[in-house]
Protein backbone atom coordinates (compact mmCIF):
# COMPACT_ATOMS: atom_id res chain seq x y z
CA UNK A 1 0.00 0.00 0.00
CA UNK A 2 1.28 3.55 -0.73
CA UNK A 3 1.61 5.87 2.15
CA UNK A 4 -0.16 8.21 0.21
CA UNK A 5 -3.36 6.17 0.79
CA UNK A 6 -2.72 5.21 4.16
CA UNK A 7 -4.91 7.57 6.70
CA UNK A 8 -5.20 7.23 10.67
CA UNK A 9 -7.90 8.14 13.40
CA UNK A 10 -7.15 9.72 16.64
CA UNK A 11 -8.49 6.18 17.92
CA UNK A 12 -5.67 4.63 16.24
CA UNK A 13 -3.05 6.37 17.70
CA UNK A 14 -4.79 6.60 21.48
CA UNK A 15 -5.18 2.66 20.92
CA UNK A 16 -1.78 2.23 20.18
CA UNK A 17 -0.51 4.20 22.65
CA UNK A 18 -2.84 2.59 24.91
CA UNK A 19 -1.15 -0.93 23.94
CA UNK A 20 2.37 0.11 24.83
CA UNK A 21 1.70 2.08 27.47
CA UNK A 22 3.17 0.03 30.19
CA UNK A 23 5.56 -1.96 27.57
CA UNK A 24 9.39 -1.36 27.80
CA UNK A 25 11.27 -0.17 24.79
CA UNK A 26 11.38 -3.90 23.83
CA UNK A 27 8.22 -4.65 24.38
CA UNK A 28 7.51 -1.51 22.25
CA UNK A 29 9.45 -2.87 19.03
CA UNK A 30 8.32 -6.62 19.92
CA UNK A 31 4.64 -4.75 19.73
CA UNK A 32 4.45 -2.56 16.21
CA UNK A 33 6.65 -5.85 14.64
CA UNK A 34 3.51 -8.08 15.63
CA UNK A 35 0.75 -5.54 14.56
CA UNK A 36 2.53 -4.38 11.30
CA UNK A 37 4.71 -7.53 10.31
CA UNK A 38 7.69 -7.49 8.67
CA UNK A 39 7.58 -5.84 5.29
CA UNK A 40 5.35 -2.80 6.54
CA UNK A 41 7.46 -1.83 9.58
CA UNK A 42 11.11 -0.91 9.45
CA UNK A 43 13.94 0.57 10.75
CA UNK A 44 15.81 3.66 9.21
CA UNK A 45 19.11 3.61 10.86
CA UNK A 46 21.85 6.18 10.91
CA UNK A 47 23.97 3.65 12.57
CA UNK A 48 23.85 5.73 15.88
CA UNK A 49 24.20 4.47 19.18
CA UNK A 50 20.69 4.71 19.47
CA UNK A 51 20.09 3.03 16.30
CA UNK A 52 22.32 0.20 16.76
CA UNK A 53 20.41 -0.43 20.11
CA UNK A 54 16.96 -0.85 18.31
CA UNK A 55 18.83 -2.99 15.64
CA UNK A 56 19.38 -5.44 18.32
CA UNK A 57 16.33 -5.33 19.49
CA UNK A 58 15.01 -5.85 16.64
CA UNK A 59 16.66 -8.61 15.20
CA UNK A 60 16.21 -10.22 18.72
CA UNK A 61 12.26 -10.18 17.86
CA UNK A 62 12.83 -11.26 14.44
CA UNK A 63 15.75 -11.41 12.03
CA UNK A 64 13.90 -10.71 8.74
CA UNK A 65 12.97 -7.32 10.14
CA UNK A 66 13.61 -4.40 7.48
CA UNK A 67 16.91 -2.57 8.67
CA UNK A 68 17.52 0.06 6.32
CA UNK A 69 20.32 2.90 6.08
CA UNK A 70 21.13 5.98 3.94
CA UNK A 71 24.74 6.51 2.32
CA UNK A 72 24.39 10.36 1.22
CA UNK A 73 27.99 9.80 -0.12
CA UNK A 74 29.73 11.68 1.98
CA UNK A 75 29.65 9.46 5.31
CA UNK A 76 32.95 8.76 7.03
CA UNK A 77 34.58 5.66 6.57
CA UNK A 78 33.76 4.94 10.51
CA UNK A 79 30.21 4.73 9.38
CA UNK A 80 30.58 1.89 6.34
CA UNK A 81 32.64 0.18 9.25
CA UNK A 82 29.66 -0.11 11.82
CA UNK A 83 27.28 -1.52 8.89
CA UNK A 84 29.78 -4.13 7.90
CA UNK A 85 30.22 -5.51 11.86
CA UNK A 86 26.76 -5.38 12.27
CA UNK A 87 25.90 -7.10 9.34
CA UNK A 88 28.83 -9.90 10.31
CA UNK A 89 27.50 -9.55 14.04
CA UNK A 90 23.88 -10.27 13.30
CA UNK A 91 24.25 -12.30 10.15
CA UNK A 92 21.46 -9.87 8.22
CA UNK A 93 21.41 -7.27 5.23
CA UNK A 94 21.64 -4.00 6.02
CA UNK A 95 19.79 -2.26 2.70
CA UNK A 96 21.38 0.91 2.17
CA UNK A 97 20.01 3.51 0.34
CA UNK A 98 21.12 6.08 -2.29
CA UNK A 99 20.11 9.39 -3.88
CA UNK A 100 19.76 10.24 -6.61
CA UNK A 101 22.98 10.55 -8.72
CA UNK A 102 21.71 12.95 -11.35
CA UNK A 103 19.95 15.37 -8.57
CA UNK A 104 23.51 15.32 -6.72
CA UNK A 105 24.86 16.09 -9.90
CA UNK A 106 22.59 19.15 -10.05
CA UNK A 107 22.92 20.39 -6.88
CA UNK A 108 27.01 20.30 -6.99
CA UNK A 109 26.83 21.94 -10.58
CA UNK A 110 24.29 24.58 -9.09
CA UNK A 111 25.91 25.55 -5.97
CA UNK A 112 29.33 24.04 -4.95
CA UNK A 113 30.70 21.23 -2.97
CA UNK A 114 30.42 22.98 0.27
CA UNK A 115 26.76 24.24 -0.34
CA UNK A 116 25.16 23.93 2.98
CA UNK A 117 27.87 26.26 4.82
CA UNK A 118 26.30 29.17 2.70
CA UNK A 119 23.00 29.34 4.18
CA UNK A 120 19.98 27.39 6.12
CA UNK A 121 18.37 26.66 2.70
CA UNK A 122 21.36 25.25 0.52
CA UNK A 123 22.32 23.25 3.72
CA UNK A 124 18.37 21.81 3.91
CA UNK A 125 18.71 21.59 0.21
CA UNK A 126 21.20 19.08 0.25
CA UNK A 127 19.92 16.86 2.86
CA UNK A 128 16.57 16.84 0.96
CA UNK A 129 18.38 15.66 -1.78
CA UNK A 130 20.68 13.17 -0.13
CA UNK A 131 18.83 12.06 2.68
CA UNK A 132 14.87 12.64 2.15
CA UNK A 133 14.29 11.93 -1.46
CA UNK A 134 15.54 8.29 -0.69
CA UNK A 135 14.24 7.87 2.83
CA UNK A 136 10.62 8.84 0.92
CA UNK A 137 11.14 6.20 -1.57
CA UNK A 138 10.98 3.74 0.78
CA UNK A 139 8.65 4.68 3.60
CA UNK A 140 6.20 4.84 0.95
CA UNK A 141 5.96 0.77 0.35
CA UNK A 142 5.89 0.92 4.60
CA UNK A 143 3.45 1.41 6.65
CA UNK A 144 5.79 2.44 10.27
CA UNK A 145 8.86 3.33 10.78
CA UNK A 146 11.03 2.50 13.75
CA UNK A 147 13.04 5.83 14.90
CA UNK A 148 16.00 5.95 17.97
CA UNK A 149 15.14 9.47 18.64
CA UNK A 150 14.94 10.48 21.98
CA UNK A 151 13.97 13.88 24.11
CA UNK A 152 17.16 14.50 25.32
CA UNK A 153 19.40 14.39 22.20
CA UNK A 154 18.40 18.45 21.19
CA UNK A 155 15.64 21.19 21.89
CA UNK A 156 13.76 20.12 18.84
CA UNK A 157 13.06 16.54 20.29
CA UNK A 158 12.25 17.34 23.46
CA UNK A 159 8.35 16.97 22.82
CA UNK A 160 8.30 13.40 21.06
CA UNK A 161 6.45 10.45 22.44
CA UNK A 162 6.76 6.56 22.24
CA UNK A 163 4.27 7.01 18.50
CA UNK A 164 2.70 9.04 16.59
CA UNK A 165 1.94 10.04 12.95
CA UNK A 166 4.40 11.76 10.87
CA UNK A 167 2.20 14.01 9.01
CA UNK A 168 5.51 14.52 6.28
CA UNK A 169 5.75 10.79 5.11
CA UNK A 170 2.13 9.81 5.58
CA UNK A 171 3.15 6.75 8.26
CA UNK A 172 3.21 5.65 11.99
CA UNK A 173 6.55 6.39 13.42
CA UNK A 174 7.55 4.73 16.29
CA UNK A 175 9.92 6.09 18.76
CA UNK A 176 10.55 3.08 21.38
CA UNK A 177 13.95 4.70 23.25
CA UNK A 178 12.16 8.00 23.33
CA UNK A 179 12.55 8.57 26.94
CA UNK A 180 16.05 6.66 27.51
CA UNK A 181 18.71 8.84 28.57
CA UNK A 182 22.13 9.03 26.76
CA UNK A 183 23.34 6.36 30.18
CA UNK A 184 20.61 4.13 29.01
CA UNK A 185 21.53 3.60 25.82
CA UNK A 186 25.75 3.17 26.24
CA UNK A 187 24.97 0.95 29.05
CA UNK A 188 22.77 -1.29 26.02
CA UNK A 189 25.51 -1.27 24.31
CA UNK A 190 28.48 -2.64 26.20
CA UNK A 191 26.06 -5.08 27.94
CA UNK A 192 25.13 -6.52 24.55
CA UNK A 193 28.52 -5.69 22.88
CA UNK A 194 26.67 -4.09 20.04
CA UNK A 195 28.94 -2.62 17.37
CA UNK A 196 28.97 0.81 17.55
CA UNK A 197 30.94 4.01 15.84
CA UNK A 198 34.53 4.44 16.62
CA UNK A 199 34.05 8.40 16.33
CA UNK A 200 31.87 8.53 19.43
CA UNK A 201 35.31 7.26 21.18
CA UNK A 202 36.89 10.99 19.37
CA UNK A 203 34.34 13.22 20.79
CA UNK A 204 31.70 12.48 18.43
CA UNK A 205 27.98 11.77 20.46
CA UNK A 206 26.17 12.69 17.06
CA UNK A 207 27.48 11.75 13.24
CA UNK A 208 26.30 12.47 9.99
CA UNK A 209 28.29 13.65 6.98
CA UNK A 210 31.62 14.67 7.39
CA UNK A 211 31.78 18.05 6.37
CA UNK A 212 28.36 18.50 9.25
CA UNK A 213 30.01 16.60 12.13
CA UNK A 214 32.75 17.66 14.30
CA UNK A 215 33.51 16.56 17.28
CA UNK A 216 32.39 18.93 20.91
CA UNK A 217 33.92 19.53 24.31
CA UNK A 218 32.84 18.06 27.81
CA UNK A 219 29.80 19.74 28.41
CA UNK A 220 28.25 20.64 25.66
CA UNK A 221 25.20 19.99 24.36
CA UNK A 222 25.50 16.27 21.95
CA UNK A 223 24.20 17.63 18.66
CA UNK A 224 26.13 20.91 18.78
CA UNK A 225 28.97 19.14 16.83
CA UNK A 226 26.42 19.01 13.76
CA UNK A 227 25.50 21.85 11.72
CA UNK A 228 27.94 23.75 14.42
CA UNK A 229 27.46 27.08 12.35
CA UNK A 230 23.76 27.00 12.80
CA UNK A 231 21.61 27.69 15.90
CA UNK A 232 20.14 24.83 17.90
CA UNK A 233 16.40 25.27 16.93
CA UNK A 234 17.46 24.47 13.26
CA UNK A 235 19.39 21.68 13.73
CA UNK A 236 17.26 18.88 12.16
CA UNK A 237 17.86 17.22 8.38
CA UNK A 238 14.40 17.24 7.84
CA UNK A 239 13.96 13.57 8.68
CA UNK A 240 12.72 13.86 12.24
CA UNK A 241 10.16 17.00 12.11
CA UNK A 242 7.88 17.44 14.68
CA UNK A 243 4.50 16.52 14.08
CA UNK A 244 1.82 18.89 15.18
CA UNK A 245 -1.53 17.46 16.61
CA UNK A 246 -0.64 14.25 17.92
CA UNK A 247 1.59 14.65 20.95
CA UNK A 248 0.82 13.09 24.08
CA UNK A 249 2.66 12.51 27.34
CA UNK A 250 3.71 8.52 26.30
Sequence with gaps: MSSENIN???????????????????????????HFGIGKIALSSSMSVEDQVLTDMILKKNKNAIIFTIDTGRLPQE???????????????IE???????????????????????????RRECCHIRKIVPLKRKLESLEAWISGIRRSQSVTRNDIVSVEWDDKFKLFKVNPIFDWTEYQVWDY??????PYNILHDRGYPSIGCVPCSRPIKPGQDIRSGRWWWESPEHKECGLHLKNRGNNGQY
Excluded: W
Design 8 to 34: YSIEELAGYRNGIRNLDAQGIVDYFLN
Design 79 to 93: TYDVIDKTRKKYGVN
Design 96 to 122: VLFPEGSDVEELVKNHGVNLFYESIDL
Design 189 to 194: IRKNDI
